[in-house]
């Protein structure tokens, strides 16, 4: 199976990056993250639903591949939130102090 973590952004690279280019980072991070939380929730919505049709039921391999999908997805969700997270970090770090 393929590692997402070598399809997303490195955080350590970060230091080289423009702060308008980190807050961009971000964003798509948070943008992607919530796109596959609908995604995630509209796909529990059709498995519960199949799940419910006694005629068409559900194929074991369907379910399988659905489990897969969603530990893919989850991963994904869980990788883009460490780079939202490590970019907003990041441009806290270039902040300038404020005074107490």
Do not use: C, Y
């Amino acid at each position: 199976m393929t590692d997402f973590k070598q399809l997303l952004i490195d955080p350590e690279s970060f230091g080289n990056i423009t702060t308008d280019r980190l807050k961009s980072i971000g964003s798509a991070a948070d943008d992607m993250g919530g796109t596959i939380s609908h995604g995630i929730a509209a796909i529990g919505a059709i498995l519960a639903s199949a799940a419910m049709n006694e005629d068409a039921g559900l194929n074991t391999d369907a379910v399988a591949d659905l489990g897969w999908l969603l530990q893919s997805l989850g991963t994904l969700s869980s990788g883009l939130d460490g780079i939202k997270t490590r970019a907003n970090s990041r441009i806290e770090l270039r902040s300038p102090q404020k005074e107490a």
